[in-house]
């Protein structure tokens, strides 16, 4: 298949060398040249703009930051939409807000171009190894379109409903994922700060009803101390953030997101925001009296 990939960062880039090395013909476009470079040296083609990009492709994909991202390089001067031809499979696998998404959408399909919102969950570990989770939402036609270039890049492939309904997926994700990773980190601060080994504590909660994978994973890595970002917090602010937006337009009370969403942002007020997610620990630790 003929694809075109915009957005080669942390995420991005592992995802489209997955694609070639799934045989597919790829072409990129990033906004800084450098970031292209990695893709070419693997057999990738470049493109001088999106929509020179999308005039080649029968699936064009985006990752990119948020939604004013998504829409530059998707109807923006030079975009997707002014070179892609009637047919085309436009998908978006950023974190963006479902109006958004719904937004983008609407205004592609004026043009003759499908949508799909695809965002995925699994990290840079996940985008690696080709494992990453993904949450569709689309017209069927357009999600069997983009089922070869999913293939090669996930593993959980759910067609979640009409658009927007990825990017619903997506924040119900990021709230589980974001309470998870500050109730882990409040855990063993907690047994840290009483006194008591938090490693033969995490050990002993793995056995019981508190087990789960983010204790698991995320737990032994802030135990270990590692922080070097596969998810930086400032990209769950961001994510956070959306939560919240999406249950201001529909009235809904999410205390627990809620609280989570002021504390990734306070780990970007006070400098954490390009540390991993986890770091969550070191704001606990500051608050405690702690080093942090």
Do not use: Y
């Amino acid at each position: 298949m003929r694809i075109g990939f915009i957005g080669l960062g942390i995420m991005g880039r592992p995802m489209a060398l997955n694609l070639l090395r799934g045989g597919h013909q790829l072409t990129v476009w990033a906004r800084r040249p450098e970031s292209m470079q990695p893709l070419l040296d693997a057999g990738a083609s470049g493109a001088a703009s999106p929509a020179a990009l999308a005039e080649q492709a029968e699936l064009v994909i985006s990752m990119v930051a948020d939604a004013p991202d998504v829409e530059q390089v998707m109807l923006g001067e030079n975009g997707v939409a002014s070179g892609g031809q009637s047919g085309l499979v436009a998908v978006d696998m950023s974190t963006i807000r479902p109006s958004a998404a719904r937004s983008i959408a609407g205004r592609l399909l004026a043009g003759g171009i499908d949508f799909l919102d695809a965002p995925v969950s699994g990290g840079e570990v996940g985008a690696v190894a080709g494992t990453l989770s993904i949450m569709a939402g689309g017209s069927t036609a357009a999600f069997e379109t983009a089922q070869p270039a999913f293939a090669c890049i996930g593993r959980n492939i759910v067609h979640v409903g009409d658009s927007g309904a990825g990017q619903v997926a997506k924040a119900a994700n990021q709230i589980v994922t974001g309470v998870g990773v500050l109730t882990v980190a409040e855990a063993l601060n907690f047994a840290a700060r009483s006194g008591v080994d938090p490693a033969r504590v995490r050990e002993a909660l793995l056995g019981g009803f508190a087990s789960s994978r983010i204790l698991e994973n995320h737990g032994q890595r802030m135990l270990d101390r590692n922080f070097k970002p596969g998810f930086k917090s400032w990209m769950h602010q961001k994510d956070m953030n959306i939560v919240m937006q999406s249950a201001h337009e529909l009235g809904l009370c999410l205390p627990l997101a809620a609280a989570t969403a002021q504390m990734f942002n306070a780990m970007v007020g006070s400098g954490l925001g390009e540390e991993d997610s986890i770091a969550i620990l070191k704001l606990l630790e500051r608050l405690s009296g702690g080093e942090g």
